[in-house]
Each structure stands twice: as C-alpha cells, then as structure tokens.
C-alpha cells in the first residue's frame, strides 16, 4: 500500500513505452480510453435513451461545449507546465461585456470584437506577468484575478445586459455547416485544436512545454526560455477565453457581467479528464478534447432521461475523481512493471 | 500479484468504461420508467414541463406543485427540470432538451429576458407550446406569460404599506434580489413614481441587492441601516430579501423600530409577524401562479387560443381568464397577509 501512495506523489512519471508497436501504444493510451468511453456512452445513450439518436442532439451538444473546447486548448499546455488558469471564465464575462458595451455606444460588432480580443489578450498578459516576472503562483495570481476581472464585468455593464446584436451575428453564432447538423462553431475550434496540436507537439515550443512541467530546473539549463513560454500561454489563454466570451454573447444574444460563471471549473474537469496531469509535464491535445465530449455527451443524455443537475454534476464529478485515481493507480502499475518481482517478493517476504 | 501488467491495463480501462456505460444505462431506465413526454399517443400532448429559474427554491417548489394539481386534473403528464443555479444561460440546455423530447408545453421562469429567447423559439417551430409565468421572456418568445399580478398593482401596494406603517413621512430603502431582475427592477420604477406623486415626505433613499441569497441579503440589510441610521423603512419586494430583513431585524435593537415590508411568503414570515418585526406583506398566491400557467398551457395545446389579445381559456378551479396586451394573462390583485389572516395561509 505504501507503494501505491507512493506512486500518488508528483514525482512518479509515466512515459510511453517506445518497446512496443504504434498501434498498441496507441490504443493503451489514456486519450483511447477517453475516447473508447465517449463512444460508448454515445452507443448506449443512443439505444437506451429516447431522443438522443436525433442529429439535433449532435448541433446542441456542439453549441454547449463549444466554449468548453476552444479554452481547454491553451488551458492543457497551461496544466502541462505546471501551472494553472482559473481566470478564464471572468475573461469571457470581460469580453462579453466589452464587445456589448462597445455596440452599444455605435462601434460595429467586428470592431468591438477586435477590441474584445486585445483586452482578453491584456487580461492573460497581466496574469503572465504577475506570474512569471513578479514570479507569484499562477493559482494564488488567478484566483485573484478572477474575482477582478469578473468585478470589471459586472461594474463596467451595472444592472444592464446589451442584447442588441445584428441578426447576422447571433444566427451565425448557431448556424449549421451547410445542410448537416454540425454547427459552424466547429470549424474554427477545428483550426484552433490543429493549431494548438502542432505548437504542443512538433515544435521546440512544445517540447519546452513539456520540459517545464517535468523540471523547470532543468529545462531552464538547458536553455528554454521558461518565463517568456509561460508568459505567451497566458496571454494565448486570455485571447482564446475572449474568443469564447464573443460566441458566447452572439449565441445567447444577451452581454452580461455574469455570462460564462463557473466556466473554468468545466474546463479544468475536461483538461484533467482528457489526462493531463495536474502536476505538469504530461498530456495531449487530443484528450481534453475528448474529455470535453464526455463531460458535455454524459450531461445531455442524463438530462434527457430527465435526471436533475445535481445527479448529473454528482455523476460528473464522481467521473472526474475516478479519472484522476485511475491515472495514479496505472502509474503504479508502471512502476511495478519497470522494477519487476523484487520489491513485491521482499515485501512479501517481509510480511509472512 | 500483478504478473500480467498489460491485461491489467487494459482492464482498468475497461473497468473505468464499464463503469461510465453501466451509469448511463441505469440512468437512462429511470427516465424511462418516470415517462418523459410522448408526442406520439394519438390524443392531445399534455406533457407539460415546468423549468423554475432553479431547483430547491420554496417559492417555485409551491408554484410548480400548484401545476402538478392542475395538470393532474386534466390527465397530463407533469416534470419539473431545471438549473442547480440561476445563471442567465443555465435554462438553454433544458429547453433544448424539452425541445428533443417533443412535450407539448414548457412554463418557465425566465432567469434572462434574452439569453432563453432563440432556444424557446426552435421549442415552438417543432410544436412545443410555450408560457411563461414569474418573470417574462421578450414577448416573442412565447405564447402567453402568466403575470402574478401587475407591476403597479405589486408596487402600490408595497408603497401603501409601508407608508401605512411608517405614518406617510420618513426615509426609506429598498432590498431587492439581483441588479438584472426583470421583476423588480420594473416594480421599483413604478414604485419611484408613485413615491414621488403620492407620498412626497417619503424619501427613497438607498436601493440594495441582496441577490436573491440569505446571507447576502442580510448583510446587507446590516449595511444599510448602519450606513442610515435615520431609515424609517425597508421594502423588500424578493421574498428571499424581506426573510433575511425580517430574521436581522427580529434579533437587532431595530426589531418594531424600523418597518419592513414587501414580497413574501406566508411559511417564511409567520415567525416575524407573530413576534411583531414585521406588520404586514403582500404576495399573490404562487401555487395558483402555477395552476394557471398549467391550464393556460392546456389551452394551447388544445387549440382553443393561439394567445392573441381577448382569448378566454378555462382556468380550473379559478375560473374563466381573458389573454390581455401583449399576450399577457393576470392572476388578479396581490394579496396582503397580516397578523389576523396569516394562520390561513399554509405554503
């Protein structure tokens, strides 16, 4: 058992086993398992629950995790060095807010969009910089910005919400790719995870990423700049969450200082779920992605065999904690398996 | 122990999956069994969904169960859904997911005027009926709203009371529920002109948001009477807000001193009015307020209306109801519960 917790502490790593085949690796991998677990839920849910095999299931579903997805992109290579955002969801508040107020004083909507953007991109900064030239912790820096940045929202747009968008925007925001049931919103989550893949895993960037996670130490020696990465995945951060705070305006029509509460909260569970360690140093594009899609797949085929939302964040969070138990137990196993038979016979041993 | 560690792998994976399935599949029986709304039973689609602004809130819980009642009555099939919390998107995945299930009628208790707005309007192009009741959507997102009283009617009488109470001069204050409230926010301008026209020694002094939440109604209920020590009265037209008032003030040195009225509810403000902190409050009767919403959804389903102004529909035991402006239907006059009539009242 001592070994077990053990195998908890941060400093126990798995790595890929390069000894066996491609297609064995990548099938025992965590984001298989995550996807495996997805399709399943879709298979069963589609047999089992009435309603849920429409492909208008497939377009709502889409539209609510939408937000989901485009900020777990950076928030994974955040979580992958080590750190973590817990202001995103009051930056998509900030930007639903900015680009509202902006129209309705006259600005047109893609101007104020624009300027959405560099304020999103400003909040990130200023949690960078906080973070890596004052050198504070990014959970003790965010939570506090959070708690800002949503106090921005509020005051900037008082007791008001701005829901005069152009029919144009907000249709938009909820059209389908021609006559499918898929909403348009994916296609630029699609460009923005393709993005995201490459940085993360084929460029030196990545790497350093990486690196960071595992040792900033060491990284640093060997000559990654740790701060100046650190410093441009906040930013990136900030300018997605304020992507999704300009959907998420368009889609409900409706630029308030409380849009998107608690957001960040969804992101993480689908981040830690796609199998990114909250230690750092491990973790794919992919797996958020499919952690997302569980998280948003579960809760739309709950709800439709009409279980209430306290069962279906009972069940969700439940989901979580397992993953995370889940990946220190194999992590575990791994550690048996690289220094097989001794320690268990001694300790067998020990205990006879 | 562990000899084989890739079987094991892959067993924990499976495990971990079986486990996602298995809770699915358990939770999709009991959907089934607790039958959902089938359009498809040959007579009229009397599955009629209640989506309070959120769940485990006493106002909605006798509101909805008053259109339990009703829909028992005609022989529909009632289920209430809704949001843990009351954000303004929260409602949109339930509406869409009414919207896949194909009920014949949605009464909700809208948490934003806008944000609910287009998920409403794809419920009623597939055939959904839609009311609301409590707090209105834009008038175009609906079919009828069912309004509990009107906003001159509310805010008269909160005025009359309070001015009743304080002797027709003095400084007051008033505690609502969140800056964004629909309700509220269209009670205390009315509320404001009257004021000025009917009562001018009365001053308003302070408006303060309790967001609808016990604890922060009563700090700031605290706040505000340290930050005017002159306050003669509070109106609280939320009766989360008017409950914490009254619980502060019952244990304060300005328990009789400073007058409280509002909006509340007979359960929560027995104490209060037995032990003297509060005179008297107004409300209408939520579980009527869902009653109605019940029977005016019926009537859409039916036929009989299409919500346009002058239509009369059967509303049960309450009698008969005509649709007014803007396709509006109202419950009647707010009531005014005091010491002599509040044993009566049970919700």
Partial sequence: ?352 | MFGNTRKARVGAFAALAVSVALVATGCAETGDDSGSGDAGSGDANYAITFLPKNLGNAYFDTSDAGGADAIKEFGGTYAEVGPAESGPDAQVSFINTLTQQGVGGIVVSANDPQAICDALNEARDAGTKVVTFDSDTNPECRDLFINQATAEGIAKVEVDLIAEQIGGAGKIAILSSTPNATNQNAWIEIMKTYLASDYPDIELVDTVYGTDDDQASFDKTAALLQTNPDLKGIISPTTVGITAAARYLSTSEFKGKIALTGLGTPNQMRDYVTDGTVTAFALWNPADLGYLAAYAAKALIDGDITGAEGDTFDGGKLGSFTVGENGSVLLGDPFTFDKGNIGDFDF
Avoid at chain 1, 1 to 28: C, E, G, K, V
Avoid at chain 1, 162 to 176: D, G, R
Avoid at chain 1, 197 to 221: D, K, M, W
């Fill in chain 1, 1 to 352: 058992m001592t070994n077990f917790l053990q195998a908890l502490a941060p400093a126990t790593r798995t790595y890929r086993d390069h000894s066996q085949p491609l297609w064995r690796r990548i099938l025992l991998s965590r984001e298989a398992a995550v996807i495996g677990a997805v399709l399943l839920v879709i298979i069963v849910a589609s047999v089992s629950v009435r309603a849920f095999g429409k492909p208008i299931t497939a377009t709502y579903l889409l539209l609510d995790i939408a937000p989901i997805l485009l900020i777990a992109l950076p928030m994974t290579l955040i979580i992958i060095t080590g750190e973590i955002d817990l202001s995103v969801a009051s930056i998509v508040g900030l930007s639903s807010v900015t680009l509202g107020v902006l129209h309705s004083n006259g600005m047109p909507i893609e101007a104020a969009a624009v300027v959405a953007l560099i304020v999103g991109a400003i909040a990130g900064a200023l949690n960078g910089f906080l973070i890596t030239i004052v050198g504070l912790p990014s959970l003790a820096v965010t939570i506090g910005t959070l708690a800002l940045y949503r106090g921005l929202a509020v005051g900037l747009l008082g007791t008001k919400a701005v829901t005069e968008f152009s029919e144009f925007w907000t249709s938009l925001a909820k059209s389908k790719i021609g006559a499918s049931a898929i909403p348009s919103v994916v296609i630029p989550i699609v460009i923005l995870a393709v993005i995201f893949g490459v940085l993360l895993h084929l460029t030196p960037f990545g790497r350093g990423v990486y690196a960071i996670g595992l040792s900033a130490e060491a990284a640093r020696f060997s000559g990654i700049h740790v701060e100046r990465t650190k410093f441009t995945l906040f930013m990136l951060s900030g300018l997605v969450s304020a992507l999704a705070g300009i959907y998420y305006t368009l889609r409900f029509s409706s630029a308030r200082g409380d849009n998107a509460t608690g957001l960040e909260l969804s992101v993480i569970a689908a981040v830690l779920l796609g199998g990114v360690s909250i230690f750092g140093g491990r973790g794919s594009t992919l797996g958020p992605i499919a952690g997302a899609a569980l998280i948003g797949v579960l809760a739309s085929a709950l709800r439709l065999a009409n279980v209430t939302s306290d069962v279906i964040n009972i069940i969700t969070g439940t989901l979580l904690v397992a993953s995370v138990v889940a990946t220190s137990f194999l992590a575990w196993l791994h550690t048996k398996r690289i220094r097989p038979g001794k320690k268990t016979e001694t300790l067998v041993a020990a205990k006879g």
